[in-house]
């Protein structure tokens, strides 16, 4: 190139703008690794975050030259600072991913505020997470014991909140999403409504229902438990 201006022509058929001299008309590629690290990663996080496909979004660029190109992103860590904030309240899980690991997740006022990675849910994994964040006022758990145990020596002072939808998903494990029987089917139908309670007087309601649902059909309940 006669090192006149150029302006952007395109791009090649791996994704790079293509850049043409004003001047001489001749076209190169310009090569900035930190620029297109960073560019690759947005892409990712882009179709992440998308409903197309990779050859969809990459218009231009096969699905299998974005893999490639992305390969790295996968290994990149997010590091999250803590802040010292204390939260009203604090949401935490813990997900399941390939190859053995296990991500705790604490969430608060609709991000997450910080992570932990395991191999598997325990007390001690927990503690290590736990021991980052300020005690919050109320906490909201699936229930696991691990959990329960870390939160006991933790954050002693904390109030326990059982995961609603959590709790949902063991009953309908038990009932199934069809229940044959008449308590079954009446169970099933509050179970459906817990997630439905917005206020405290629809919480004592719905704490009376359950009584009574236990007092109707104790006998069978009874039997149940024989059985087992």
């Given at each position: ?10 791009t090649t058929s791996a994704g790079k703008i293509r850049y043409r001299c004003r001047d001489c008309g ?94 598997t849910e325990n007390a001690t994994a927990w503690r290590v997470l736990l021991q980052r964040i300020p ?93 087992h």
């Amino acid at each position: 190139m006669c090192g006149g201006k150029t302006k952007k022509n395109g791009t090649t058929s791996a994704g790079k703008i293509r850049y043409r001299c004003r001047d001489c008309g001749a076209s190169r590629t310009i090569s900035r690794p930190v620029s297109q690290r960073r560019y690759q990663l947005e892409a990712l996080v882009q179709w992440l975050c998308s409903n197309q496909t990779q050859a969809q979004l990459r218009v231009g660029q096969s699905a299998r030259t974005f893999r490639a190109q992305t390969a790295w992103c996968w290994n990149v860590q997010p590091v999250i600072e803590p802040t010292g904030e204390i939260f009203a309240e604090v949401q935490l899980d813990g997900i399941y991913l390939q190859h053995g690991h296990c991500c705790l997740i604490a969430y608060a006022n609709g991000y997450v505020v910080d992570f932990q990675w395991c191999t598997t849910e325990n007390a001690t994994a927990w503690r290590v997470l736990l021991q980052r964040i300020p005690a919050p006022a109320v906490v909201v758990i699936d229930g696991g014991s691990g959990l329960a145990k870390a939160l006991r020596t933790t954050w002693p002072d904390t109030k326990i909140q059982r995961c609603l939808v959590h709790i949902q998903r063991n009953v309908r494990r038990y009932l199934t999403l069809r229940p044959r029987t008449t308590p079954g089917k009446q169970l099933a139908k509050l179970n459906y409504a817990l997630t439905k309670i917005q206020t405290l007087d629809e919480a004592a309601q719905w704490m009376t229902a359950l009584a009574a649902w236990h007092s109707e059909h104790q006998g069978f309940l009874n039997q149940k438990n024989l059985c087992h």
